[in-house]
């Protein structure tokens, strides 16, 4: 067995045990506001961590990444969906990346 | 309680999921390719996972060979979220819900089901819930597999190009919440500051990047757990 299939069982066990005791285990709400608190904010904090600054080296130019990044900013701003958001994104950077290669 | 528990109604609500999903996991399935994962593999990784997140933080540990401990911890950070949901969700199953559903419906407990399902008045049956389910599972399946294959026909600059389509979806969940609380924007700040500590400092540039993403976030949102406590029942919408 190739030990890619290994880190793969491994991580869909660790995603399915924590999605599901809670909700075949846990019946009451959890309380305690330290919890509560620190479980509000870390998706926020791990979604940041992950997209800065990954996103300026996710492009094959820093520029046109800079782009996709700031447009995706502003719908994200003006609260539009995931999709909207992801796909101009995508759009201005394959729009200045055309132009850096024009140029 | 009224029990919402018609499958077709559950197919409808789920299928913009789907059609969201299956955009995502297309840009997905071009970065696990990229990265040096086969097709089969990402494939396997989307039916068996269902979290762009996860996905996105595990490819580059099983890339560089990291160790499985470093992978298993990143995964339970970036999940522990779904605990909480789990838990809300919990309270929102009816009485078709028997304890074999819960194991099932547990699987597939995403922010955006979980939502879909939070909003309904009433409670949720278990034919809803598969409804709602099947939908986005094959959007986020198909998705993935489809950009794994197109992975090796598009061109550069196109694939390149959609190499921002992960991110600025979690830029999309990130800003309009940092725009209306105070305490979560500091916080990202925070988490940003430090993962860009991490990124540059030479000194700490050989830490794996599953360690990165843990040790930032779980700091910045553990000082703010306790300097600025989420004040009442947390909303999670």
Same mark, same amino acid.
């Given at each position: 067995?190739?030990?890619?299939? @290994?880190?793969? $069982? ?14 075949? $285990? ?12 620190? $479980? ?11 997209? @800065? ?9 820093? @520029? ?16 539009? !969906? $995931?999709?909207?958001?992801? !796909? ?13 290669? @024009?140029? | ?8 109604? %559950?197919?409808?609500? /789920? ?6 999903? *299956? ?21 396997? =990784? ?7 997140? %996860? ?29 909480? =949901? ?13 304890? *074999? ?23 949720? %049956? ?6 709602? =389910? ?7 399946? *198909? /998705?993935? *597999? ?22 600025? =979806? ?35 540039? %050989?830490?794996?990047? /599953? ?27």
């Amino acid at each position: 067995m190739n030990s890619t299939w @290994i880190y793969l $069982l491994v991580m869909a066990l660790v995603t399915y045990l924590v999605r599901m005791i809670p909700l075949v $285990l846990v019946k009451e709400k959890i309380k305690n506001k330290f919890i509560c608190s620190f $479980l509000y904010y870390i998706p926020y904090a791990v979604l940041s961590v992950m997209t @800065i600054p990954a996103i300026f080296y996710a492009v094959d130019n820093k @520029i046109s990444a800079f782009f996709g990044f700031l447009v995706a900013m502003i719908f994200a701003f003006f609260k539009k !969906s $995931l999709v909207t958001v992801a !796909s101009f994104a995508c759009l201005a950077v394959f729009i200045s990346e055309i132009i850096i290669h @024009i140029i | 309680m009224k029990e919402n528990n018609s499958f077709l109604k %559950g197919i409808i609500d /789920g299928l913009p999921i789907c059609f969201g999903y *299956l955009s995502v996991a297309f840009a997905f399935g071009i970065f696990a390719t990229g990265q040096g994962l086969t097709v089969l593999e990402s494939v396997v =990784m989307s039916m068996t996972n269902m979290i762009s997140a %996860g996905q996105l933080a595990a490819v580059p540990i099983i890339a560089t060979g990291g160790g499985i401990v470093e992978l298993a911890l990143t995964q339970f950070i970036i999940n522990l979220r779904y605990s909480l =949901m789990s838990v809300s969700l919990s309270q929102k199953l009816g009485k078709s819900v028997r304890l *074999l559903d819960r194991f099932i419906i547990a699987f597939e407990n995403t922010d955006e089901i979980f939502a879909v399902a939070s909003g309904q008045k009433g409670t949720v %049956g278990k034919r809803y819930f598969y409804g709602l =389910m099947i939908t986005p599972f094959l959007g986020w399946s *198909l /998705g993935t *597999l489809l950009g794994a294959v197109a992975g090796n026909i598009l061109p550069q600059i196109v694939i390149s190009s959609l190499g921002v389509a992960i991110y600025g =979806m979690f830029i999309a969940i990130v800003v309009p919440v940092i725009k209306e609380e105070k305490a979560t924007a500091l916080c990202v700040i925070l988490a940003i500051a430090l993962s860009c500590v991490f990124y540059y400092l030479p000194i700490l540039k %050989g830490i794996p990047s /599953g360690f990165v993403i843990i040790i930032c976030s779980v700091i910045a949102s553990a000082v703010f757990a306790y300097f600025a406590p989420v004040s009442e029942e947390v909303d999670y919408e």
